[in-house]
């Protein structure tokens, strides 16, 4: 029976990652997708930016909107201080299904909390059901019309506080033209935008990195 590219990637990890070297799973994926087949991962040259963000940051707990295949999920995870927890959420099943192994294939389930769902539903109950009183540190990788609407759920939610940084992939291409508009005109953002690449191609992209202002 036909593979699905989900399975194929973690296939890739089994392969040529070593188990418990989270940056030896980033490295097959990356080489895998860049090689062969075309998967919607961060990528290498935006994960330099993304691991930049994370280690300024340095943060105890962080959301990320969109897990995928758990490339990004593995990439943070790998530059966490040892308590730190990682919250991530995916809402198609089988995304989720290979995320988890991918996951443990790297060694870091310790630090990540795959939640199967949707942002919209589960933002709102981070608190109550997980304890988290704010999020140092979200990266938003989901469907792009979800990035505003989300992002003010986590206002109203009180899960942002002086100083959380937004970091939010594509938002040239495919792009996030509303969230851009929003949080570039927000006193209570201070946004900048990282130019880049979409991942494994030569299309133009980048992140933008938003502090909350409070
Ligand atoms: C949206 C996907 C990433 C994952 O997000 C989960 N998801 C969604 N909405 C929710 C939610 N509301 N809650 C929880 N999970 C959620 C989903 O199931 C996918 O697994 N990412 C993309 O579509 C994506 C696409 C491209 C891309 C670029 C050029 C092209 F020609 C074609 C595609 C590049 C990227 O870098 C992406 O990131
Ligand atoms: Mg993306």
Same mark, same amino acid.
């Given at each position: 029976?036909?593979?699905?590219?989900? !399975?194929? %990637?973690? /296939? #890739?990890?089994?392969?040529?990652?070593?188990?418990?070297?989270?940056?030896?799973? *980033? +490295?097959?994926? $990356?080489?895998?997708?860049?090689?062969?087949?075309?998967?919607?991962?961060?990528?290498?040259?935006?994960?330099?930016?993304?691991?930049?963000?994370?280690?300024?940051?340095?943060?105890?707990?962080?959301?990320?909107?969109?897990?995928?295949?758990?490339?990004?999920?593995?990439?943070?995870?790998?530059?966490?201080?040892?308590?730190?927890?990682?919250?991530?959420?995916?809402?198609?099943?089988?995304?989720?299904?290979?995320?988890?192994?991918?996951?443990?294939?790297?060694?870091?389930?310790?630090?990540? !909390?795959? %939640?199967? /769902? #949707?942002?919209?539903?589960?933002?709102?109950?981070?608190?109550?059901?997980?304890? *988290? +009183?704010?999020? $140092?540190?979200?990266?938003?990788?989901?469907?792009?019309?979800?990035?505003?609407?989300?992002?003010?759920?986590?206002?109203?939610?009180?899960?942002?506080?002086?100083?959380?940084?937004?970091?939010?992939?594509?938002?040239?291409?495919?792009?996030?033209?509303?969230?851009?508009?929003?949080?570039?005109?927000?006193?209570?953002?201070?946004?900048?935008?990282?130019?880049?690449?979409?991942?494994?191609?030569?299309?133009?992209?980048?992140?933008?990195?938003?502090?909350?202002?409070?």
């Amino acid at each position: 029976t036909q593979s699905t590219q989900p !399975q194929r %990637i973690l /296939g #890739a990890v089994q392969k040529n990652a070593t188990r418990g070297d989270p940056r030896s799973v *980033v +490295k097959a994926i $990356d080489q895998y997708c860049r090689n062969k087949e075309w998967a919607m991962n961060v990528g290498d040259e935006k994960g330099c930016i993304l691991d930049s963000v994370v280690s300024e940051v340095n943060p105890s707990t962080v959301l990320e909107l969109g897990t995928y295949c758990g490339y990004s999920t593995v990439r943070i995870a790998s530059l966490l201080p040892p308590n730190a927890k990682l919250f991530t959420l995916e809402f198609n099943p089988h995304n989720a299904v290979i995320a988890r192994q991918v996951i443990a294939w790297a060694g870091v389930e310790d630090k990540v !909390q795959l %939640i199967e /769902g #949707a942002s919209g539903d589960w933002i709102p109950k981070m608190k109550e059901h997980y304890g *988290v +009183k704010t999020f $140092d540190l979200v990266f938003l990788d989901h469907w792009k019309d979800r990035y505003l609407p989300d992002t003010k759920l986590l206002e109203e939610c009180g899960l942002l506080r002086k100083g959380s940084v937004l970091l939010a992939d594509n938002v040239i291409f495919p792009g996030a033209p509303e969230y851009l508009e929003y949080i570039r005109g927000n006193q209570r953002y201070e946004s900048c935008f990282f130019k880049s690449h979409l991942e494994y191609t030569k299309a133009l992209d980048g992140l933008e990195k938003s502090v909350f202002l409070g």
